[in-house]
Each structure stands twice: as C-alpha cells, then as structure tokens.
C-alpha cells in the first residue's frame, strides 16, 4: 500500500509581458523529473485563495506544480492595479509554460494546465494553442460569457454600464481605474451576484490574504464577448472537465455542450455548487479525480511506501 509524497515549495517568479508573474513551485520529494502541472485561478482571485490545497495534493501523487497568480493582482507586478485583461491572462499562461520548460528540475515533455471558474476557460484556450501539452483539467469552467451574462440577469449587466463608461473615460484621461465589485450581494452591481458568490469567495481568503473584491470596470464587455468554450474541439489531449451541476456563475448545460465536441474530453459531474468545489467533501471528491486523471496522462513515479 502506497501513501502520500512529501514535497518542497518555493517561492517563484517570471517574466511575462512587461512585468512579472509570483507563484509557488511546488517538487515532490526525492523525485528527480516529475511531470508538471500549472494551476491558474478566476475572476481575480489570487493562488492564495485555495490553488495551494490542490497544488499541494497533486505533489503528494508525484506531480510537480506551478500554482501563480496573473499580472495586476495579489504580489504579482503589473500596473495599474486590478486590471483584468483577458489578453494578459492569456499572455501570463503562456510565460507560465515557458517557464516550466526551462527548468531542469521537472521532466518539461510532460506538463499539464490545470484552471478553475474564469481560469477554467482559460485552460480550454491554452490547451487548444498548446498541442504539446499532454492534459488539461478546466474546473466550473467559464465557458461563455453571453450564458454567464444571462444567468447573472439582464438588470444586474445593465446596471454596471454606467460603470464601465465611467472607467473607460477614465483610461482616456489617463486616471485611475473605476472599480466594481468581483462579487457582491444579490441585486448589487458586480461581476457575481448569485446568492453563493460573495459568501463563497470570502470563504477562500485566508487570513492576511492579499485578494481585493473589485476588478477595473472596462473588462466587463470583453468578458461578455469571452467565448472559451468554443475551443474546446481543437483541443487535442486529454481534458478533463468538471462540472457543477447547480453552477449559479457559470451555467452547466452551455459547459456541457461544449465539453462534448472535445475530441478526448472527459466529464466529471457535481452535484454541488460553484464554490463548494474548494472546500470540504466536493474538494476532496474533486481533487482525488482530478489526481486519477493528470496520473493517468502525466504517468509520474510511483509514491514510495512508507517503511
């Protein structure tokens, strides 16, 4: 009978763009080229916010991680602050990669992108970009922002126009971003309203964590126009993706469909909602298949048994 791995972490950071990505490294212990995985998070969350709990269980299966947090956010650089750029995010994964491939510590034929919620449909995009990845996993995936946009009501998206024209004067005049809420109340203006969003991304901060509940208001119409999903049939490895069947953010029927023309795609279904899949018994339902699955694809070395 095998047990858990011991593993190291690190503080790291590279390059990306015109600024500089923080994240951890994380090595299994006596393993000399393990296989690699990269875990990004979502609508401005920062590693902090739980990326380390399944980083963490990853490493103890033999599988190295990079869990980072995006430019603009947390202790990575990039300014001004809290400035969710699609484009960057995109950019930031792909540093994430080359990162990994330069290393000699880890076996870099051998990597994988692992993303949740808005990171989720991030990783369908890098996945469709990068054939020589060997597997993605895309948790609660953002998969369509138009779906996402109906789902939060059709008041709730008017309602922040006003905001968003406010901070695109602002980028014209050179001033500081106008900010709105990631999550907020239900009827507020925010990116998320549903009644589990703002309890449930408090519920991810650790104490002394560096998140910041706002985002710079201009994203809002490039997230609407954010289709990640349609990806998903040029992705050409294994993608696991795992679905909450009762998603108040990211509305499962339109993932479903998606993750159906995935040529080697695999569906894992929950019956739990967008952020239960953190904490508690869904994270341990979820890590322990997502573990099965980058194993079955990334193969690392087998856990030591304990003398």
Known sequence: MTTAQSFTRRDITFPSGDSTCAGWLYLPTGVTSAPVVILGHGLGAVREMRLDAFAERFAQAGIAAVAFTYRHFGDSGGHPRQLLSIKRQLTDWDAAIAY????????????????????????????????????????????????????????????????VARDLAARGRGKPPVMVPIAAAPGSSA???????????????????????????????????????RAARKVTMPI???????????????????????????????????????TGETFEELVRDQTEFLTRQLHPAPVAPTP
């Open 240 to 278: 696991l993706f795992c679905v909450s069947n009762t998603d108040s953010v990211t509305p499962p029927a339109q993932t479903l469909r998606y993750a159906d023309t995935a040529p080697r795609g695999e569906i894992k279904r929950y019956d739990a909602g967008h952020f239960d899949f953190y």
């Open 100 to 163: 990994v491939k330069a290393r000699t510590d880890v076996d870099r034929t051998r990597i994988a992108v692992w993303g949740s919620s808005f990171g989720g449909g991030h990783a369908i995009t890098v996945a469709s970009r990068h054939p020589e990845l060997r597997a993605a996993v895309a948790q609660c995936p953002f998969t369509d922002g138009l779906a996402s946009a109906l789902a939060l009501g059709p008041a709730a998206s008017l309602k922040v126009l006003p905001v």
């Open 191 to 229: 990116l998320m309203n549903a009644p589990d969003a703002l309890p449930g991304y408090l519920a991810l901060q650790p104490p002394g964590t560096t998140f910041r509940n706002e985002v710079a208001a201009r994203v809002i119409p490039t997230i609407a126009a954010y289709r990640p999903g």
